[in-house]
């Protein structure tokens, strides 16, 4: 009773403290919640959609890109196959860019396949619904959104061919889950969207629902037996599966730099009750000689940071849901932009997270208030009178600290450079990397600033060497400030490089793949492969004057023995292979490669599959399987999945089509594009496909923007744990201000002017600063190095080349010292007022 | 669309072909489709014995619905103005089941369709099929559906009747409200019947309507009563009566008796007397049926009393009617006979 009452005495004489706690806690909880949300709202959507898809298939039949002759269905269905569904689906352009999903199909095959589409689709008269084109039904959120009634029209864009559908019903969703997962959807019949989609004659798989047991492995045997070279069929959640796999890494980043802001968090709680426990050493002090049990006062100390810790939770969780709002919108920006269209309205309240993350609030607020209650139980009631004895102990534990630093450093290196590990292993590295630079900043900063103190005086004279002599003497303080500003700065030297160095790698790698001058391809949604381009448009492109040749690409995704693939089929142009950067080759690979015997395989392809030049990779054609060996390994960051690389020659014998999806254009050296560009458009017209014309610099352009737009969200979550790392700075200057109040008063009274205070203590935060700054490059370059190196190949087997631009180093250093300089204003301020006399009566 | 719809005169029928007058049928073609006809069946009907004694009936029905009089000018193939749809039902008397299905398939792909050489309609597995040149003689009827299925070779035992005026069948006022319409009145019938209890090996006799037309109901008729009845010596009545809203019956219901050779003689509606014994409604209450009934054909001297072998052989889909097999006992000419056949009732859920 008597402790807490002290303690609650204490924290409304010293509230900065303590609402800085709270504040630190309630960012770091709220970062913690909002990442979370956000990844389990993007998740949580992306699997709605999922399921409303795939309704009560438990079996699908593909066949990648290319899809699936028709006729297989009707081959299916008179052997008496069913439920079975049809199914022709792809993204078109609403007005305003806006991404829907078209989904074709058959609405009595539909029936026990997705009865909320069936009933959708049968609520329009089937007169109307097949023998008129562009029927189409959308479900009632779906038509509010976008104003749209029974009758209207909507108008639709698919690979640069306009489309007009017209509103035939508007259905009430049945369900949650179809009103969640079915948004964005538009559902039409198959001829529908065969004819916008531009794939006619095919279907792009078929829904089977196949009961367990005995009878359901027969009809899948006749399943089997019917299908075409090329077709596969596998269970109806694998390619969901895949997809959520697909952008696990990317969740999984975001939750580690969430967590990131929870450890400064956690800094700070440290940081408040450890100021706590040396402003009230004597207090405490005399509680242990009136015979307060060192468990007592432990259990206290902690329960104070624990409260803290609990109302920064209370605070942090709401303010974690509105910056949820912001970062769902950075994270499904991502994943539209990455990996496919991702459609999420709005963040999802996760009762599981809000628990966790509470829970983790008040969890590290207790952990981190526990090794200033156990200095506090620990110390005898003597010692805890005698006001240096905290120094001494700071000064005698700085270096065993810097040695465990030192340790964890080095665990957490072998855990990334050592053996080789997943992706967790990885962060928990990097963990245990930060957390190692941590321990080891105390010694660091003492032994900098004793080694400044000589040439600080030379420099400015005695306020210097007492700045940094000041540095060092606070260190019980001061520490924990450096802690919590060397953490942050080495997360933002670590990430600002690797982003620094990801973005040269993709610049190079642009620069050498764009050898030619003009792409031109039909618009397409990410994700999806863009539609075919009108036979003959190449040869048109290269009679155009001025064009010194063309490539073509084709670009679909097929079956292999590693399930769909990604393949590019090139007919490189009259550059060879100047555009493909290799990693590693065999010596004949590139002629291997083009007689159509060898392919080249992604590094991404690789580090996924495990495999290297020399290996195999077989695919399922419409010829048949063909084994092809693997030629060579090429950078490409085009997709994180990885792709694999075939010859034209390869691509026609084996899918025997002639589809391309992008033309490559070479034009004569010097030419003037803007006006080639022009000249291409003039020769493609008469084609009715709005095609785009893009220029190697565009290009470019291009991918570096969707490239910022992806780190966006990274560099959000690196700006909030700088922010909590400065709000530890303040607090930590502020509680060394009035710790050192006598002292500041004794220099009055010796004569320093109030500006001279004021000098003195800004020299002294600044040089805090600078040090932590100057102490975060080593770690922030081990991390950069760990991100780069380590963290991106484990999750997206992409190798970077770590580069370092000295003047971001020197950018970070100076927000350190900035970032403590601004801190330190205010605390400096108070220190610059205090009344000599009034502060040494209070001190004595 | 509604079934109904489709079989009623709405004005929507404008563009589509219309039987107006008697014109002569061609074989094998008409076996084949119509498609600028709206409406079109191939209902083939049927009871069964199996070894043990034990009935069944068996319904299986092709129709097909043209959705827009013009042939489409569209690119997928999947774009079809034909909307097949299929009944099938299995009569469990003695298990006192009444097993039925229902299916669409659009006429696009082969999913569903006729020809007319050999006689083939078929929506996906379930098919109706013959041989080359043998007509509707010889034909091989199968469906199945969870468990429930039928395999039967069917053999004519009668030529084909032409039922109406040569097979032109008026159904209303209005000169096109009529349909063409032909039938084969008895097949000799054997084959399996696949119950979810087992399979039975059957034989017994079927009956066949082809009819095609583009509007068959007037606006002032609710629905018919139609009957096919096959006597045991060898003699077959067909008659239908279209009910009026009003209840009275229409006078161009009509029928047909065919005697033991195959000769036809059409029937007008106030020859053949039907009075209605007793009534059945479906278990949700939604609709009520004639259930039994006396039936008199004086001209011959025929008096039977006729029963469904199982009082609920509703239909209830998305067109709901009563359709299922029935058995007769009655005189002829004083003498015995017995009698099987089939009886469909429409227009009478709300």
Redesign the interface.
Known sequence: MMLRRASLRYHLRQPWQAALAVLGVALGVAVVVAVQLANTSAERAFQRSAEALQGEATHRVSAGTAGLD??L??EL????I?PCAPVVAGYVNAPGGDPLRLLGV?P?AELGVRDAVASAALEV???RW????GMAVLFKPEAERLGLGAGDLLPVEAGGRRHELEVAAVADPPDELTAEGLRNTVVV????A??VLGR??RLDRIDLVIPDGEAGAAVLEQVKARLPEGAVLKEAGEGAAALDEMTAAFRLNLTAFSLLALLVGALLIYNAVSFSVVQRRPLLGRLRALGVARGQLFRGIVAEGVLLGTLGTLAGLPLGFALADLLLDLVTRTISDLYFVLSVRSVTPAPGVLAMAAALGVLVSGVASAGPAWEAATVSPRTALERASLEAKARRLAGPLGIAGLALGGLGAALLWGYGGGIVAGFAGIFALLVGAALIVPWAVRQLAVALARPAGALVGTPGRMAARGVASGLSRSGVAAVALVVAVTAVIGVSVMIDSFRTSLTTWLDSTLSADIYVRAPAQTGETPPPLPEGLAAELAAVPGVTGVGTSRRLRAPSEYGEIRLRAFDHGPEGDAGIVYKDRTAQAWADYRAGEAVYITEPFAAHHGLAVGDTVAFRTPEGERRMPVAAVVRDYATSQGAVYVSRTFYAESWGDGVINGVAVYAEPGADLEALIGALRQAAQGQGQALQFRSDAEIRARSLAVFDRTFAVTRVLQLLAAIVAAAGVFGALLALALERTGEVAVLRALGLTPWQVWGLELSRTGLLGLMAGVLAVPPGLLLAAALTGVINERAFGWSLQLSVDPALLAKAVALAAVAALVAGLYPAYRAARVAPAEAMREDG | MSVAEALSGEPEAAGYARAEGPQPFSFPRDHGAHPDYRHEWWYVTGNLEGDDGRHFGFQVTFFRFALAPEPLQRTSAWATRQLWMAHFTVTDTAGETFHHFQRFARGALGLAGAEADPARVWLEDWALSGAPGAGLDRLHAEAEAQGVGIDLELSAAKPIVRQGDRGYSRKGEAPGNASYYYSVPRLTAEGRITLPDGEHAVEGSAWIDREWGTSALGEDQSGWDWFSVQLDDGRELMFYHLRQADGGTDPRSEGAWIDASGEKRRLSSDEVELEVLERWTSPDGEATYPARWRLRYPAEGLELELEPTLADQELRGGFRYWEGAIRGEGTVQGSPVRAVGYAELTGYAE
């Open positions: 028709e006729a269905y009707t269905r008179r052997a008496g069913r058959d009595w008269d089937a007169g097949l023998s008129r084109g019949d198959l001829a529908t065969q004819a006619l004659g």
